[in-house]
């Protein structure tokens, strides 16, 4: 079963308004960790913004923020004030704990991509 | 210097040919990572290395041979690939601790190979 899974292969949002990327994950572990992840075409991941499992508000980077409903098992990232640099791949990621406490890699979906027009 | 270089940036290789892919990181970070993008599927994570140990290894083919001769220096060898080992290779860096969840991992910008 896949760990994370993001539905929208791609999405298309006008210049200066709101856009919500969805993320679902799947774990039986109480603790764990969401990232979101840009990627441009220049092919580097950027972190943007990250979630820990036991935290009480949702988790804000100037205009990313993330709507965490634990219950649900979904992290979707809202970016306000869309601009045209925003235009990019998408990827939510989980880091599990390990067995033992150690901490686990980061588990990505496959993305989705974001165009914004102008 | 940036987080996490990686060179070459491209490379096009016979399926015979013997090539290495180079990844260096710049922030005192004591894990290292080689990931495998390929169009259409999640990032498959290759291969990690802790504090310069191979800790795990995803059932990577072995003409995939990783090397880390130390912490700030990661290498992927390759010989006799396939074409559909064409793909984006990344790699990463992060400061793992333990019972830590928070240490997001830093991305090189990748090389692209193409194998004909």
């Known amino acids: 079963a896949q760990k994370i899974t993001q539905t929208q292969p791609g999405m298309f949002v006008q210049e200066k308004e709101a856009v919500t990327l969805d993320c679902t994950y799947d774990?039986?572990?109480?603790?764990?960790?969401l990232f979101w992840y840009k990627q441009p075409s220049s092919g580097e991941m950027i972190f943007l913004i990250y979630q820990g499992s036991y935290d009480q508000q949702n988790a804000t980077e100037g205009r990313y923020s993330l709507n965490f409903q634990k219950a649900r098992k979904s992290a979707n990232l809202v970016i306000s004030a869309s601009q045209l640099g925003d235009s990019a791949m998408y990827f939510c990621a989980m880091r599990e704990l390990n067995y033992g406490g150690s901490q686990g890699n980061l588990i990505f979906g496959k993305g989705t991509k974001l165009s914004v027009k102008p | 210097e940036t987080g996490v270089t990686q060179t070459p940036r491209h490379l096009v290789m016979g399926m015979t040919n013997k090539k290495s892919l180079k990844c260096e990181q710049h922030?005192?970070?004591?894990?290292m990572y080689w990931y495998k993008q390929s169009a259409k599927k999640p990032l498959e994570l290759m291969f990690v290395y802790s504090l310069e140990e191979r800790v795990e290894n995803n059932s990577v083919p072995s003409r995939f041979s990783p090397e880390c001769p130390n912490s700030s220096h990661l290498f992927l060898h390759l010989h006799t690939l396939q074409p559909e080992d064409s793909a984006l290779y990344l790699c990463?860096?992060?400061?793992?601790?333990?019972?830590?969840?928070?240490?997001?991992?830093?991305f090189g910008q990748g090389t692209r190979l193409t194998v004909v």
């Open positions: 774990t039986s572990d109480p603790s764990y960790g």
């Open positions: 990463a860096s992060s400061q793992d601790q333990q019972g830590g969840m928070n240490t997001e991992a830093f």
């Open positions: 922030l005192g970070h004591n894990a």
